[in-house]
């Protein structure tokens, strides 16, 4: 198979805005992320078709190619791409807009949008053409009439995993189990971890929705005797709490989620949680679940939206976008790239582009004119 290389910086994608930095939290898959001292630049998830806020400036159109035929697989008109506000979504919008330019010979342009205004225009009027992170089951009302419509499809996941939330422990104390870790493994396990005392297990604020699933999953799991539960105050004092530990090489668990910046930061191990029950998973989200019983956190469907006049016009471009899965760990690196100072999602994605060929080779395949 013919490798299609394509150049750092490949095009001037310039957004009117300061860059990304630590202050920009990544949109996060937690229903209710409320936290009473988060700062504005603070993202958290919506919990309707409201959308995220603050919204990220927009974008400036990308730049043509020089030298590139105007009218390739997309013909003359841009190919629009949704760039919304929560920076995993901008980075893939970016690296699209760069594959797309230089590999299908495509003029590209941004559109800014939440996840329910770009659903509804997408079901409403095919624009924009893509969006690269579709968080449906967030938007579930305003995603079925869009599909209904047959104006708008799922691509493909954006992601390669689906599961987005779990539990993690620190690679070095991993090393010391005699077998993978595994949430229905801890009973045995922990004691072998801290044979005197508890083990510290890291949750999320209690004001956010995960704090009481992890409380009730622990119990579940007959943990309570064994693990002491560390709620921080806010997202700033969870990472802290987490880099602290690691830094003391501390055995200890934490909840976290996914895409984000810390899971690339730290050297840490999964844990399997074992098989979703949706019974058993609507009690752990109860306070006061009476009889909480074991199950994984639920899979999120999140999706790479392409409009159907894509797979009817240009079906080397929904080709493509059927192959384009990122990852996880390949996103969590990226969010990680773009805490560093002076990185700017461009840049972000223009490293991707010259490092991470054997990725994005894959999703172009032979497709290319």
Known sequence: MMVRRLAAPLIAIAMAAAPFGTAHAQFTVLDQAQDGGTPQSQLTPPSDSSGVEPALPAAADPAPVAGAAPAGPCGSQPFSIARMSWPSAALLAEIHARILTQAYQCQVRFVSGDLGATASSMGSTGQPAMAPEMWVTRI????????????????????VETSFEGWY???????????????????????????????????????????????????????????????????????????????????????????????????????????????????????????PKISAFPTEMVVIAVAERVFADIPVVAGYFQRASLPLAEMDAMLAQLNEAGATPESVADRFIAEKTSIWQGWVGNSAP
């Open 169 to 291: 422990m620190p690679t070095y104390a991993a090393a010391g189990l005699p077998a993978a870790p595994a949430a229905a493994r801890l009973t045995m396990d922990l004691p072998v971890l801290q044979p005197e005392g508890k083990v510290r297990f890291i949750s999320c604020p209690m004001d956010w929705a995960c704090s009481v699933i992890n409380r009730n999953l622990l119990a579940a799991h007959g943990l309570d005797a064994l693990v002491e539960i560390v709620e921080p105050a806010n997202r700033f004092e969870m990472d802290r709490l987490i880099a602290e530990a690691v830094s003391r090489r501390e055995p200890f668990l934490f909840y976290y989620w996914q895409p984000n910046a810390v899971l690339a930061q730290v050297d840490v191990v999964a844990l399997d949680m074992g098989a979703y029950d949706p019974d058993a998973a609507k009690c752990l989200a109860d306070r006061d679940c009476a009889d």
């Open 140 to 159: 579930a009302d305003v995603w079925n009439g869009a599909t209904e419509a047959q104006l708008v499809r799922s691509a493909a996941p954006s992601y």
